[in-house]
C-alpha cells in the first residue's frame, strides 16, 4: 500500500508564513516527480510547484519568490515553504507524486487527501 499524507495547513493572516509537508509511505520502489497543487473555492485545480527527481523546480507564476518546494528523498517526504501569504492563496493543497511500487512495473500518479489553507485579510 502507498499512502501520501499532507500536513501543516491552518488559519492565518496575510503575510504570514505556513510550511506544508508530505509524506510518501508504503512499498514504495523508486519516486520520480513530485509536487503541489491547489484548488480555490469555485475554481479549477491549478499547479503551484514541482520538482523532479533531478533537482530542478519549476513554480507557477502566482508564487514564484514567495513559495519553496523541495523534497528529501530518503524519506520520500516532500515540503512547501509558503511566505508572505495572500488571500489569494486560500485553497486546499494537494500533494502528487508519480512513483513505482515493489510490486508495480511502471509509474503510477498518487494523490494526497489534501490539506486546508486559508489566509485572511
Known amino acids: 500500500q502507498v499512502q501520501l499524507v499532507e500536513s501543516g495547513g491552518g488559519l492565518v493572516q496575510a503575510g504570514e508564513s505556513l510550511r506544508l509537508s508530505c509524506a510518501a509511505s508504503?512499498?514504495?520502489?523508486?519516486?520520480?516527480?513530485m509536487g503541489w497543487y491547489r484548488q480555490a473555492p469555485g475554481k479549477q485545480r491549478e499547479l503551484v510547484a514541482v520538482?523532479?527527481?533531478?533537482?530542478?523546480?519549476n513554480y507557477a507564476d502566482s508564487v514564484k519568490d514567495r513559495f519553496t518546494i523541495s523534497r528529501d528523498n530518503a524519506k520520500n517526504t516532500l515540503y512547501l515553504q509558503m511566505n508572505s501569504l495572500k488571500p489569494e492563496d486560500t485553497a486546499v493543497y494537494y500533494c502528487?507524486?508519480?512513483?513505482?511500487?515493489?510490486?508495480?512495473?511502471?509509474?503510477?500518479?498518487?494523490w494526497g487527501q489534501g490539506t486546508q489553507v486559508t489566509v485572511s485579510s
Open positions: 502528487n507524486a508519480v512513483l513505482k511500487r515493489f510490486s508495480s512495473t511502471k509509474f503510477t500518479i498518487y
Open positions: 508504503g512499498s514504495i520502489f523508486s519516486v520520480n516527480a
Open positions: 520538482v523532479p527527481s533531478g533537482g530542478s523546480t
